[in-house]
């Protein structure tokens, strides 16, 4: 299995600009999570969607971010506009939700974003 | 949510040495789990404990819990250079994800 993957896995970009990270879970997990990392906040959850559907957006920081999650398969997380203080690591993490599940995420190498 | 809270912030070891990393969270729990991040790196899953267990081992990790203080420790016996990395744990409660602790940057030196 690859694993989650996430692309860009680093950007640079201008204040004012639009930016769009991608994710694609393991195949089969139902459980998508956004995480945004930073040394001043650590290690902060953003939002998760379970069966493609958000469950829980109270981390989005702002109506600037937007979330989504158009399959099983893919999801989207988009900052527009962009601003200096979004710069940080966002991970993707995945899993499997269903009885008996052990609730491991697992977490993709993360997009290392820079907002100048 | 909150964030669980870990001690040390910071360790450098001796190769050969043991670590010991400790979290505390404020809230009920159903399982506690450890994840180490490599500089550079995604979260890996180490172990999880559930609130049942007091105890649980895998290779030279052992994980303790404790809810009656909500603390959790993770011992790393005999370590290895390689063992150097960040250290997280992360609590689930009712709402079924993850809440992270700050972290423990572990240095093992050679």
């Known amino acids: 299995d690859a694993g989650v993957i996430q692309s860009p896995r680093h950007e640079v970009t201008e204040m004012g600009q639009e930016v769009t990270l991608r994710c694609k879970p393991i195949?089969?997990?139902?459980?998508l999570f956004w995480y945004r990392q930073t040394m001043m906040r650590g290690l902060e959850l953003l939002i998760y969607?379970?069966?493609?559907?958000?469950?829980?957006d109270s981390g989005m920081p702002e109506d600037r971010f937007s979330a989504k999650m158009p399959n099983a398969s893919f999801s989207t997380l988009k900052i527009q506009p962009s601003e200096p203080r979004d710069s940080a690591v966002y991970f993707c993490?995945?899993?499997?939700?269903?009885?008996?599940?052990?609730?491991?995420?697992?977490f993709g190498p993360g997009t290392r974003l820079l907002v100048l | 949510s909150q964030q669980g809270e870990e001690d040390p912030q910071a360790l450098s070891i001796q190769e050969g040495e043991n670590a010991t990393m400790n979290c505390s969270y404020k809230?009920?729990?159903?399982?506690l789990q450890w994840y180490r991040q490599n500089s550079g790196r995604g979260l890996v899953h180490l172990i999880l404990?559930?609130?049942?267990?007091r105890e649980k081992h895998s290779g030279r990790l052992r994980v303790t819990l404790d809810t009656s203080k909500k603390s959790s420790s993770l011992l790393i016996t005999a370590s290895r250079a390689a063992d150097t990395a960040s250290y997280f744990c992360?609590?689930?409660?009712?709402?079924?994800?993850?809440?992270f602790g700050s972290g423990t940057q572990l240095t093992v030196l050679p």
């Open positions: 809230t009920s729990i159903n399982n």
């Open positions: 404990i559930r609130s049942n267990e």
């Open positions: 992360a609590f689930s409660g009712s709402a079924r994800q993850l809440t």
């Open positions: 195949s089969g997990h139902n459980s």
């Open positions: 969607f379970n069966n493609n559907v958000p469950i829980d």
């Open positions: 993490a995945s899993r499997w939700s269903g009885t008996g599940a052990r609730e491991t995420q697992y």
